[in-house]
């Protein structure tokens, strides 16, 4: 399981919305290869506004392989 948290530098409600639900559906993506019972908190930077969807899937999955959380 995922928190996600970004604060209000991020920019406007729908902007935080969008990159929340971006980052959910990465996320429920990897689901059947994360590890279970492991909960873990994203902290989006402002800087992530530039990243598209796919770009963002590659840092995220890499992020996930460094830190362990995922296998392959």
Request: charged residues 25%; glycine residues 2%.
């Amino acid at each position: 399981t995922a928190l996600i948290y970004l604060d209000k530098r991020y920019g406007k409600s729908h902007e935080r919305n969008l990159i929340k639900r971006r980052i959910r559906a990465i996320v429920y993506n990897y689901s059947s290869v994360l590890k279970p019972n492991v909960f873990f908190i994203i902290i989006i930077k402002p800087t992530a506004k530039k990243l598209n969807f796919v770009d963002l899937s590659v840092k995220l999955s890499v992020l996930l392989r460094k830190s362990r959380l995922i296998s392959s």
